[in-house]
């Protein structure tokens, strides 16, 4: 069963906690809860192509009431609205890495930052998209990426590469200290669209993850959940990649007034990928009419 949430505003892509989370192995616990900041949704259910009950996201300039399962992204809870539009990448360029948040591209085109842990295969995701290999470079030890990298897409928008976090294994003088570092760009980065935060669905939950999550919606920061490694359906152990997903919407639903969108995608098979361009060509097209 999902349920339809919807605003007429940008800041409907952004998050609100209505709690503090704090997670263990074994329980999830509330605390501090800070006053609610989104005004209250509109909601009712539709059928789903999920296998659990989840929050559809409905972008502007579309009602509730016009929401069918064919205006459904498959693998995820986004609606298509009017402002979807030709989502092809014609021409991707590397322009610059930036050691500083200060130190990035300074010019008006909107952007959307890619950010998850070091191993989740965020690179991956971004040749993906862009179906060139190694523009984003790839690497099977974590914590390769320690700048800010922008591309530039059709010469319109940007894509950003940020440092994964929690790469333990990487050097003493490597290690990024993410919280002075990325999180200045999320701060004080105005063409910020929204952040892809990446979330590996071939395991169970992380606490990182969701400490993550929790911070950019504590900042209001406008965030989409990208479950990647979902062709890993069969394992020797554990839950499969959907009930994994499924575990997280159940605590994430916990910690937010309204879900933000999710989609599932694939590096390997090419899941999600026209459908995650599509639900991000909406969002900068609503964002350029701001």
């Known amino acids: 069963m999902i349920t339809v949430v919807r605003s007429g505003m940008l ?5 609100s906690l209505s709690h503090t989370l704090s997670f263990s192995s074994s329980s999830l616990s509330i605390r501090n809860p800070p006053k609610p900041s989104i005004r209250n949704p509109l909601s009712r ?4 192509h999920a296998s659990f009950e989840t929050q559809l996201f409905i972008p502007p300039g579309i009602q509730p009431d016009e929401v069918d399962d064919s205006a459904v992204l498959p693998g995820s809870n986004i609606a298509v ?8 990448i014609k021409d991707v360029e590397f322009v610059k890495s930036s050691s500083r948040a200060k130190d990035c591209p ?3 085109r909107p952007e959307f930052a890619v950010l998850g842990r070091s191993n989740v295969g965020k690179s991956s995701l971004i040749n993906s998209l862009v179906r060139k290999r190694e523009i984003a470079l790839t690497s099977k030890k974590p914590g390769k990426t320690q700048l800010i990298n922008h591309f530039l897409v059709n010469k319109s ?4 590469d940020l440092p994964g976090y929690g790469f333990a294994k990487a050097s003493e003088t490597a290690k990024t200290d993410w919280s002075s570092f990325t999180k200045g760009y999320f701060l004080n980065r105005n063409t910020l669209v929204a952040v892809l935060l990446l979330i590996d669905a071939s395991v169970p939950p992380q606490k990182i993850d969701l400490d993550c999550a929790n911070w950019l919606g504590r900042n209001n920061i406008p965030i989409t959940f990208v479950f990647t490694k979902c062709d890993k359906m069969k394992v020797a152990k554990g839950k499969r990649p959907d009930e994994n997903i499924r575990d997280f919407q159940e605590l994430i639903k916990q910690n937010y007034k309204q879900h933000p969108p999710w989609i599932m995608t694939s590096s390997v098979t090419g899941l999600g990928r026209d459908e995650l361009l599509l639900h991000m060509s909406q969002l900068r097209n609503y964002w350029d009419q701001e």
Request: a neutral charge; proline letters at 8%; zero cysteines.
């Open 11 to 15: 800041r409907f892509f952004s998050p």
């Open 45 to 48: 259910s539709i059928s789903t």
């Open 81 to 88: 609205g009017p402002y979807a539009g030709d989502s092809r």
């Open 106 to 108: 300074r010019d008006d």
């Open 157 to 160: 928008w940007y894509l950003v």
